[in-house]
Structures are given as C-alpha cells and as structure tokens.
C-alpha cells in the first residue's frame, strides 16, 4: 500500500472516495477554533485566579493591619 502511495498516487487515490466536502472541511476548521479559543479562555481565568486579581478585598476595621 505504501508501494502505491508513494510510486503510483493516481492509482492509490482512483481507488479510494473522494475528498470530504467544503462543509465538512469548514465545519473541522470551526471545532479547531473553538477548541483553541476555549483553551486560551481557560488559561487567562486560571492565570487571573492564580494571581488573585479577580477577589475583592474588604477591610476590616477591628483587625490592625499587619
């Protein structure tokens, strides 16, 4: 099989089913985004909770301060 792919690739490919449609080709690309735009938006949520930047702080009056 190999043997065919490398050496007669017209053979290999009138043989097998033609390419996947523009649609499913569009519709791959779009879960690729979307994965890598929830994996970045993951990242920026889980770098803002490790520095503390999305708390709020309240002073308490009857504690001194340290």
Not at 13 to 40: H, K
């Amino acid at each position: 099989m190999i043997f065919y792919i490398l050496f007669r690739p017209d053979d290999f490919f009138r043989e097998r089913p033609p390419r996947p449609s523009l649609a499913g080709a569009f519709t791959i690309v779009l879960v690729l985004v979307l994965s890598l735009l929830t994996t970045v938006a993951m990242g920026v949520v889980g770098w803002q909770i490790s520095q503390g930047t999305m708390g709020t702080d309240v002073e308490n009056p009857n504690r001194p301060p340290d």
